[in-house]
């Protein structure tokens, strides 16, 4: 068997090391794959998008672009409220205060702005071809973590274990391919 897996699968050699070499090249894969930083303008794009739909606090916006994104991008506070705050003095958006939280609305000219790009949201370009293909990389990742903590806290019966239990998935990801 050719690619980053062990030679034999994932019961070659030692079982511990042979699942903790496989996890961590395949953690590795999708951590390069999978980014979750977008330019400045992107973060833009998405505050206007959102607010051209109805009026959001600034973790509103940042869950929805999550949730949209499928979890390929969640943008940091840090990136979203100067965003929100260069809307709001560029004259895009306005802001109220209630109950402690500031709920941002686009203006005219903001919703002008958004009329006059016309372009797809962001979170639909963060991948290959939109949020189905983020899924993939985060369970992934997921499933290394998880892969991880048995070769770091099970004993060897439990690595081996996990070891038939990703051979497994290996089998069945390549028979999903074989179905075409």
Do not use: C
Not at 130 to 156: C, S, Y
């Amino acid at each position: 068997m050719g690619g980053p897996f062990p030679a034999g699968g994932f019961g070659a050699g030692s079982p511990a090391e042979g699942v903790w070499q496989t996890m961590e090249q395949i953690f590795s894969a999708f951590e390069k794959r999978v980014g979750t930083r977008m330019g400045k303008g992107d973060v833009r794009a998405a505050v206007l998008a959102l607010l051209a739909e109805k009026p959001m606090h600034g973790y509103q916006i940042i869950r929805e672009i999550d949730e949209r994104s499928g979890g390929g991008w969640k943008p940091s506070a840090g990136s979203v409220y100067p965003t929100l705050q260069l809307l709001a003095d560029e004259g895009l958006i306005s802001a109220e205060e209630s109950n402690g939280r500031k709920t941002y609305a686009l203006t005219d000219a903001g919703r002008e702005e958004v009329a006059a790009a016309g372009t797809s949201a962001p979170w639909e370009t963060t991948a290959s071809d939109g949020p189905a293909f983020n899924v993939l990389p985060k369970a992934g990742i997921e499933l290394a973590q998880a892969a991880a903590q048995v070769r770091r806290t099970g004993t060897p019966e439990q690595v081996q274990q996990a070891a038939a239990v990703l051979d497994e998935a290996r089998r069945r990801l390549y028979a999903i391919l074989a179905q075409d």
